[in-house]
């Protein structure tokens, strides 16, 4: 059974930095993993996808990267800002399953 | 461009009342569908999913149950709530490259 996992739980630094977001997955047979975003009541926002034979994908000032050897992606986010403040998912689909198994999240705080 | 809308976006419902949540998708076709659920300091559960027109699958057990009537229409539904079915309900739906959500519908039984 898949399971995913992310680190840190929570996340809180000054606007302006950069920051590194973790993710594991027990199972490397994936179909592709997606990052998405969270703000508090509110449903999920695709951030970044990565297909499994993929390294990296960039969108503005997010990258996500994808070892899949390894079971791991980082989301890296430069120059933080405010606005960046959510909760932070990440989610991995296996090859032949219809089911998507998240993390628990990384909740960001990013003070002014 | 697709779409995606669920409704209501919020409902207080007494235990033991019916439920009946819907999902509709605009811009694709046939898409697989699916409701997850995500309960307070939880992660998001998979409910149910969908491939086709009737065709629903179910993850769990539980006191819900789900239909599709239309390729781009996915209801959520129960008979009696209980307090247990409180949470955050997603709606998504995804045609073998990611999945999009819904903006959800956040239950509450009292």
């Known amino acids: 059974k898949q399971e995913v996992t992310q680190i840190p739980a929570a996340l809180s630094v000054p606007e302006g930095e950069n920051l590194v977001l973790n993710c594991s997955f027990t199972?490397?047979?994936?179909?592709?993993l997606q990052w998405f975003r969270q703000d508090p009541g509110k449903g999920l926002t695709s951030l970044l996808l990565?297909?499994?034979?993929?390294r990296e994908q960039t969108s503005g000032r997010l990258n996500a990267s994808l070892d899949k050897s390894s079971g791991r992606s980082t989301l890296y986010i430069a120059a933080s800002q405010p606005g960046d403040s959510a909760t932070y998912l990440c989610?991995?689909?296996?090859?032949?399953?219809?089911?998507?198994?998240f993390g628990k999240g990384t909740k960001l705080s990013v003070i002014p | 461009s697709q779409t995606i809308h669920q409704w209501p976006a919020t409902l207080v419902q007494p235990v033991g009342s019916p439920l009946s949540l819907e999902c509709t998708v605009e811009?694709?076709?046939?898409?697989?569908l699916y409701w997850y659920r995500q309960a307070a300091g939880r992660g998001l559960q998979l409910l149910f999913y969908?491939?086709?027109?009737?065709?629903i699958s179910s993850e769990v057990p539980q006191n819900l149950s789900a239909s599709r009537p239309q390729d781009r229409q996915f209801i959520l539904s129960s008979k009696k709530l209980l307090l247990s079915d409180s949470g955050f309900y997603l709606c998504?739906?995804?045609?073998?490259?990611?999945?999009?959500f819904g903006s959800g519908t956040r239950l509450t039984v009292v």
């Open positions: 989610a991995v689909s296996g090859a032949g399953s219809y089911q998507l198994t």
């Open positions: 969908s491939v086709g027109i009737g065709q």
């Open positions: 199972d490397s047979a994936i179909y592709n």
């Open positions: 998504a739906w995804s045609a073998g490259y990611g999945y999009t």
């Open positions: 811009g694709t076709s046939n898409p697989n």
């Open positions: 990565i297909q499994s034979s993929q």
